[in-house]
Each structure stands twice: as structure tokens, then as C-alpha cells.
């Protein structure tokens, strides 16, 4: 790879050797804006500029390599008809390829002598034709036998003029391995930059979890809260002894008072270990996975008056343990808020635009205001009274995680007496 300091050693050391050689500042003027970090485009510029310079019938193209989709993607171009170039913009790696990707795939160079004949050129043919062009010469960019990239160079000669420009293509070779190692280590930093920026993210994230009280309630307050419960439950059985109804009454509130604190500090702590498993990502069912879920819920909160609809034959890529947790908060939340309607109906499914698949849950309960839609996923955030609709406040702020786990988002669209429509993505 050329770092800054070994070009900066390459132009130093070509401009001693050169004085006013053609083809020594053709060298420097690549290796200075390599080391300026001039934008690809524009090193590949000077480096076709040099070329076409001492052969002014060369075209030649510079690839880049993405190892994530394993394409050959255009840099850059000198003098090609707008048609051919949009033509030249991606293309695999392969035996079966364009000359470069043939060459990439092969780790060696390809020559085709006749690109009106030759079998690698067929699909494009009648747009050389058309660009004036004969013959080309495919040159793989390679370090520690990692492809990097391809150089092309199309001639409007057949042969490739006869190998005249022989010389200057080993040195356009050499000059497009520097750019092109440059531009995979300002990627690899680019990359190490968002890894970061995401962590970042996520531990911020970790920090407000830790600021809402998890550890206090997990250690602090949990212990206590079981003496509490079981000094209830003994109390209760003295209250059935001595027939004092009112007393078992009043202790049977505190009881359900003590589990709903139980049962938030349980919460709390699922929402940070969450933040902090490995996703084990797996193509799921969507639709078997939400009606089976489905059935529990009902069952569960004896719903048997609300009908479930789930919409047929979706699948997902997703971890399926977060999945099933997902569609259990977004099923038990819609089943809750729907008890009211005098026909309760849940409706579970999923929206297609492009490569863009959207998954809701629907209600027909007593929706809420469309400016509260994002406070809601916030920990303990309500719209409605907890005495109307019981809950934690964060089931949610636990499908918000769990969504941005996944590289998706979670929202919620609603108005006062139309019901609601929670969605997710994942990536």
C-alpha cells in the first residue's frame, strides 16, 4: 500500500532523477495527487493523461474492485462514447466476463486482438464499433494477490498498435497499482470510521439504558422486593385466618402492585442484555412465526374475541429469538389496545416498495395523537392511562432496539379513533 510517507519518498526521489523527462513528471504528477488525496477521478486523469500523451489513439479505463458484491466498478474513463461507459460501469469477475473481469478472475493479463471477433467482446461489440475502437488489453491490479482493480486500454488500432506503447503501459500498470492501493486503505478507513461511529452509537445507547435506572433496580431494589412479596403473601394468609376480607383486599393490590414492579425491573434488564447479544441472522417465516405468536398472545391474555389476521407467505431475514420478541411486544401491545373496539382485530403484515419490505402490526383500538408517535418509543413514555391499558412503558423502547439491531428503524402511525399501525425494517 502507498502510505503518505513512501509517496511523498516517490516524488521526492523521481524529481532528483528526472529534471524535465515527460514520462518522470507524468510519474509525479499521479504520485502527488495521491499523496494530496485527490479524488480517484482526478488521479486517474494524470495518469491517463501521461498515456495518451505519448500515444494519443489509447482509451484507457480504470476499474476499482468491491469485494463486498465481487464487481469491477468504473473509475474512471478517457474518451469513450457516453453509451459505452454507462455500458462498462459494473461488471463481474468471471471467465465468462468482460476482458477485465476475465483478467481479474484469472490474476493475469488478457489480450484481445480483434474486438470485433473475439468471444469475451460480443455483448459490446457493436458499441466498440461505433467508439472507433479495435483491439484492448486488460491488465489485473493486484497486491499480495488481492485484486484491486483492473486497467484497460482500448486502442483504434487492431493488435494493440503493434505494441508500441508497451513501454508506457508498464508504467501506467505500476502508477494505477499505487492509486488503487491508495484508495483500498482510505476505504478500509472509511470503513474502521463508521464501525466506530456505530459503537459510539451503541454505547450511548447502553449509557441512557444505565441512566434509566437498570442497575439500581436490578440490585437495589429486586432483593427488597421479594421480602416485600413474600411478607404480602404471609399477611394474606393471616387476612384468610381471621375472615378480615378488607384486609386481603388491600394486600392483594399491594401484591399486584409489587409484580408490576417485578415485572418493569425484568424489563429493564431484558432491554440491556438485548443491546448486547450476537445476532444469529437466519431467513424465517414471517407469517408462521407471527401467527403462532399470535395464538399465544390470545390465548395468553384470554383474547379470544380478537381475530388475528396475518398475511400469507412473508419471510425475513432477521434473528428469529428477536423476531418471535419483536412480533410478541407488537401482538400483545395491539391486543391490549384493541379490547375496546366491539370488534377487536389485530392485522399483521407486510408492504413491498422496490427492495424495500416494510413489516406492521395493526390495531383497531383508540389510536393516538400523530405528534406523539415518535415520544412513544421512548422508555415509560404513555398516551394512554396505565389503569386503562396496564403495562410497563417499555415494550416499544424494546422493539426500537431490537429493529436497530437488525440495521432497521421503528414507527408508528396513528390518529385519535382511527387505531394504530406500528412498523419496522431490518436491514
Avoid at 72 to 94: C, M, N, P, V, W
Avoid at 215 to 232: E, F, M, T, W
Avoid at 268 to 287: G, M, P, Q, V
Wanted: charged share 25%.
Amino acid at each position: 500500500m502507498l502510505t503518505n510517507q513512501v509517496a511523498g519518498q516517490a516524488v521526492a526521489k523521481a524529481a532528483v532523477m528526472t529534471g524535465d523527462n515527460a514520462v518522470e513528471n507524468w510519474k509525479i504528477s499521479v504520485l502527488e495527487s495521491i499523496v494530496e488525496r485527490e479524488p480517484i477521478a482526478d488521479q486517474a486523469a494524470k495518469l491517463f493523461k501521461g498515456l495518451k500523451a505519448a500515444h494519443p489513439t489509447l482509451h484507457p479505463v480504470l476499474y476499482t474492485f468491491d469485494p463486498t458484491d465481487k464487481f469491477l466498478h468504473l473509475a474512471a474513463a478517457s474518451d469513450l462514447t457516453a453509451d459505452l461507459a454507462e455500458a462498462i460501469q459494473k461488471h463481474a469477475i468471471g471467465p465468462k466476463s468482460m476482458p477485465s473481469g476475465v483478467a481479474a478472475s484469472r490474476r493475469e493479463k488478457v489480450e484481445v486482438q480483434d474486438l470485433s471477433i473475439n468471444p469475451l467482446t460480443t455483448a459490446h461489440r457493436a458499441l466498440f464499433e461505433a467508439a472507433g475502437l479495435r483491439s484492448a488489453i486488460s491488465i489485473p491490479i493486484m497486491e499480495s494477490n488481492e485484486v484491486l482493480g483492473a486497467l484497460e486500454i482500448y486502442f483504434e488500432e487492431l493488435n494493440l498498435g503493434g505494441g508500441a506503447a508497451n513501454s508506457e503501459i508498464q508504467q501506467a500498470r505500476e502508477l494505477a497499482a499505487h492509486i488503487l492501493s491508495h484508495h483500498q486503505y482510505l476505504q478500509g478507513l472509511k470503513a474502521l470510521e463508521r464501525t466506530v461511529r456505530d459503537q459510539e452509537t451503541e454505547i450511548r445507547g447502553l449509557h441512557v439504558e444505565i441512566d434509566a435506572g437498570k442497575n439500581s433496580l436490578a440490585h437495589d431494589v429486586r432483593a427488597p422486593l421479594k421480602v416485600l412479596l413474600n411478607q404480602i403473601g404471609q399477611m394474606q394468609e393471616m387476612a384468610v385466618l381471621m375472615n378480615d376480607h378488607n384486609a386481603h383486599d388491600g394486600l392483594d393490590k399491594m401484591r399486584i402492585t409489587a409484580l408490576r414492579m417485578d415485572h418493569l425491573i425484568n424489563d429493564l434488564i431484558n432491554i440491556a442484555n438485548l443491546s448486547r447479544e450476537d445476532l444469529i441472522l437466519e431467513d424465517c417465516d414471517f407469517s408462521a412465526v407471527a401467527t403462532r405468536v399470535g395464538k399465544l398472545v390470545v390465548d395468553r391474555m384470554h383474547r379470544n374475541d380478537t381475530r388475528v389476521l396475518v398475511q400469507p407467505d412473508i419471510k425475513i431475514h432477521a434473528d428469529p429469538r428477536l423476531l418471535e420478541l419483536i412480533l410478541e411486544s407488537l401482538i400483545s401491545n395491539a391486543v391490549r389496545f384493541s379490547l375496546k373496539a366491539s370488534d377487536p382485530q389485530v392485522e399483521i403484515g407486510a408492504n413491498v416498495t422496490g427492495e424495500k419490505v416494510t413489516y406492521f402490526v395493526r390495531d383497531n383500538g383508540p389510536g393516538f395523537h400523530p405528534h406523539q408517535a415518535t415520544r412513544i418509543f421512548e422508555p415509560f413514555e404513555r398516551v394512554h392511562a396505565e389503569r386503562e391499558y396496564p403495562g410497563s412503558g417499555l415494550a416499544l423502547a424494546t422493539i426500537k432496539r431490537l429493529a436497530e439491531r437488525h440495521g432497521g428503524r421503528a414507527w408508528a402511525m396513528s390518529a385519535i379513533g382511527k387505531g394504530s399501525t406500528f412498523a419496522f425494517t431490518v436491514a
